[in-house]
């Protein structure tokens, strides 16, 4: 039966997709398409995801895509692939067909305006990032992503409260409070920039560029030695 290979299918993948970057999909508990073909080649694809190979990776969606038309997370995957070979006008299409087929899922539109920013297509951006936020008003990746474009235009007071709910959101986000404390920096309030970069760095005591934020905020402070 299909549902026998399509299970079958879930064990062989294992943690294949454990590499994968932000925007990419896993398998998940359904297969979510009727099409044996299509999710044949969408494994593949994410497996040639999890290589880093994005040309093998485009062609397994493409053929995805091809059997099985609504097929919502090979076409967000086939985004994926397309941002990782450096054509985001390429991805977004594919990421509007994602949102277009599954528009409930926030992580679609969150694409559609991170492919947009890249496109140059800015017009694109702050609608698609409404509708994530209004089917979840706690998106992670959406916060931080309309935050960030806050921050790139100077207009960091009005970001902080986008981090703030970030945060209060995903409380062990390492990126979040770090965030904050950008916005907290570029506001003048030295004082919580670091604690917030202080939360970051025990969350993730890899986290350089927190690392590098909290050095250069007691530097400028005179707290050499905290």
């Known amino acids: 039966r299909a549902e026998d290979v399509f299970r079958l299918q879930e064990q062989v993948a294992g943690q294949v997709l454990a590499a994968l970057g932000i925007g990419a999909e896993g398998l998940g508990a359904k297969p979510e398409t009727s099409s044996l073909s299509a999710y044949r080649a969408f494994v593949e694809g994410n497996a040639a995801l999890a290589r880093g190979e994005a040309a093998e990776a485009e062609s397994a969606f493409l053929r995805a895509v091809a059997d099985d038309p609504k097929y919502a997370k090979a076409w967000n995957n086939l985004g994926a692939a397309r941002m990782r070979a450096g054509r985001p006008a390429e991805a977004l299409t594919s990421f509007q067909k994602a949102?277009?087929?599954?528009?409930v899922v926030p992580r679609h539109w969150v694409n559609v305006a991170v492919a947009a920013q890249s496109a140059g297509a800015p017009a694109l951006v702050e609608p698609a990032l409404?509708?994530?936020?209004?089917?979840?008003?706690?998106?992670?990746?959406a916060l931080l992503v309309k935050g960030e474009l806050l921050?790139?235009?100077?207009?960091a007071a009005e970001a902080a409260p986008l981090f703030e709910r970030a945060a209060?959101?995903?409380?062990?986000?390492?990126?979040?409070?770090n965030a904050l404390g950008v916005a907290y920096d570029r506001s003048g309030d030295a004082a919580r920039a670091a604690a917030e970069y202080r939360k970051a760095v025990a969350m993730d005591p890899r986290f350089a560029r927190a690392h590098s934020n909290l050095g250069l905020i007691l530097m400028e402070r005179g707290c050499l030695d905290e």
């Open 151 to 155: 921050m790139r235009a100077g207009r």
């Open 99 to 103: 949102a277009e087929a599954d528009p």
């Open 168 to 177: 209060r959101a995903a409380p062990q986000s390492a990126e979040a409070h």
């Open 130 to 141: 409404g509708q994530a936020l209004e089917r979840d008003p706690d998106c992670l990746p």
